[in-house]
Every structure is written in C-alpha cells, then in structure tokens.
C-alpha cells in the first residue's frame, strides 16, 4: 500500500484545514434532521445547509486554527480547533442570513439569499413575510448549532473556558456592531470615526481579531499573546472591511456573487461613502443625498454616484487606508511571539484578504 503524501506546505496545511471544516459541517449538519415530517420544513433544513456548506470564503475557522498554532498548539489538540472554527463559521452563516435580510440583498455568493428564496410567490400566501420570518427562523437555527457543535469541541478544560468567554464577547461585540450600524443609517450619521467604529466591532474583532484570539487560546496562550493578536488582527480586520465596501460599490457581480448596487442602494454608512460626502460639494452633494440609500436607484445613477465617488477623491483615501491598516498589521506580525509558520502563513493570509476581488 502506497502511503498517502502529505502536503506540509503552508498552502498544503490551509487546505486540508479547510477541507476538514467543509468535512465537519457537512457531517454535522447531515446529522441534524427535521424533527417532523413536514417536507417544507425539510426544505428549509436543506436550504440553510446548501447555504453553510456550498460558499464562503472560510476566513474565520483558517484564522483560528493558525492562532492555534501560532501559539503552538499541539497536534493531538487539533480536531478540537477545527471544530471550534467550524463553529464559528456556523454562527457566522446565521448572522449573514440576518444580515442579508437586514439589508434587502437578493443575492449571496451568486445564489438568492435565504429570505429571498424561501419567498416563492403561489407557494404560500405573503410570500415575502413568510420568507422573511422563515429566514430569521434559520439564521436563529444556525446560531444555537453552532453553539452545540462548540460544546463539543473540546474538553471543558482551562483553556477550552478561555476560548469560550472569547467567543461569547465575539457575540456581543458583533451584535454591537449592528446595532451601531442601524443607528448610523437612522440618525444620518455619515462621518469617518462613527464608520470607523462601526467596522471595528462589526468586522475587525469579529472577523479577524477574535477567532485569531480563541485558536490561541484553545493551545494554552498568555495574555501577551493575545495581545499581540489584538496589535495584528484589528488593523487587518479593518483593511478587510475596507476591502469589502470598495467590492461593494466597485466590485464585478460576476465575481463577487453580489449585485454592485445594493449597498449603494440601502444607503450604507461606509468609510468609502463618509469620505465622498465629507468632500462633495454642489451639484454633487446633491446627488449623493438625492440617491444614496434610494431604492429606485438604477445603474445610470449608481455610475454617477460612482463617479463622484471617485472624482472626491473618497476611492483613493480608501484605498490609502487599506494600504495603512494591512502595513500596520505586518509591522505587528513581525514582533508577534508565534512560529515562523503561523507567522508566513498569516502573512499570506494578509495579502489575499487585502488585495481579494471577491
């Protein structure tokens, strides 16, 4: 028997990792069956596992595991961290599911999103408010799995607390985020720093920050460690988020799996958009105001805005700042205290999440 090769490359050790996610949710989700006989709401079970299964781009479980290592986790530990990241991703497909429902997107990485496809007109009466109380149903669903599946990652040692309490002010600080989030686009707050602190508890310590921190801490890490963490993960977080609202406006629908006029549309309060209002002035003021966060908008005038956007000179000051943040969370790398692996590896893990097209 020939014996299996094993890829030790750190492009080797991110995919398998992330195959052994895609292994265990797969698993896990297949185990949780309806509890009644009832096929529509097995066909809702089968869309929020086509959802948490077939998409996403894996950051949260990938960040974990080489936080994990990072602080030099051991190997016989190592189902443990796969299955606290694959918990991560479970909660994290929830609150898009919410999110998306939030925001009125009708697609999600190229697919109708779960409010919008549970919302088939003829099959039930209200076809929209059934889908949107169904998804809010699912996204809930979601969110207590995965708080089952971290149950049982680990033992219910030290260090499997510490990655809890991690986790659990993830949760409050993410919902936070929201929050503010709602708020800004109620009260018209356009300005940088709100936007900024937006970004920072909405994706930076949810996306980047928090799940780098529970790998550390589930491999036994002190508190200068997570520290460290902290120094690396809020700028590239932020240089993330950054990243995702020029995709937003600027990106290919083809590629990114979303339209390009939704955010334009919902009139989001990002740095992008704070720094073209900040600097607009007349007739394009105006025009911001007029059709930001207009529904009605069409791709005549998202070009507009978009040239706007660009002629203020907001695209350049973003990009600006992704280039700050991502330096920022480099020059915080090299003094991190972690393997020369993990250190290659997140740095790897930086480019691609900076430079991303999708």
């Known amino acids: 028997m020939t014996a299996e090769i094993v890829d030790t490359s750190i492009t080797g050790i991110t995919g ?10 797969s698993d896990f989700l297949d185990a949780r069956r309806p509890p009644v006989g009832d096929h529509d709401v097995a066909e809702g079970y089968r869309l929020l596992r086509e959802f948490v299964i077939e998409g996403g781009k894996r950051v949260r479980p990938l960040l974990c595991y080489w936080g994990w290592r990072g602080a030099g986790g051991e190997e016989l530990r190592e189902a443990a961290v796969v299955a606290t990241g694959a918990a991560l991703e479970l909660y994290h497909a929830g609150l898009l599911i919410h999110d998306d429902l939030m925001d009125g997107s009708e697609l999600r990485r190229g697919r109708p999103t779960i409010h919008r496809g549970l ?21 809930v669903l979601a969110q207590a799995w ?66 780098l921190q529970i790998g550390a801490a589930l491999a ?13 993960g809020l700028p590239l977080g932020e240089a993330f988020q950054l990243r995702d609202d020029v995709l937003g406006v600027f990106g290919d629908p083809s590629v990114t799996g979303k339209p390009v006029l939704d ?10 958009m704070a720094y073209a209002s900040a600097r607009a002035r007349g007739p394009e003021r105006d025009l911001l105001r007029t059709w930001h966060g207009d529904p009605a908008l069409d791709e005549a005038w998202a070009a507009e805005l978009r040239r706007i956007i660009v002629d203020t000179g907001a695209l350049d000051r973003v990009e600006e700042l992704i280039v700050q943040r991502t330096g920022q969370a480099l020059a915080a ?12 590896a997140l740095a790897v893990l930086t480019e691609r999440l900076t430079r991303r097209v999708r």
């Open 119 to 139: 919302a088939r007109p003829g099959r039930f009466g209200a076809a929209e408010a059934f889908g949107q109380s169904a998804a809010i149903l699912l996204g």
């Open 333 to 344: 790398l090299r003094d991190c205290p972690i393997t020369p692996e993990a250190a290659e």
């Open 16 to 25: 398998r990792v992330r195959r052994r996610v895609d292994e265990l949710l």
């Open 146 to 211: 995965a708080e089952e599946l971290l149950a049982d990652a680990a033992p219910a040692d030290v260090r499997a607390r510490a990655a809890r309490d991690l986790f659990n002010r993830m949760r409050t600080e993410v919902v936070t985020g929201q929050y503010l989030d709602l708020l800004a686009h109620a009260r018209g707050d356009d300005g940088v720093e709100q936007a900024l602190t937006v970004i920072r508890y909405k994706t930076a310590r949810y996306t980047v920050e928090r799940p």
């Open 220 to 232: 036994g890490a002190p508190p200068s460690l997570l520290e460290a963490y902290s120094r690396f």
């Open 263 to 272: 955010d334009l549309r919902e009139g989001k309060r990002t740095v992008l």
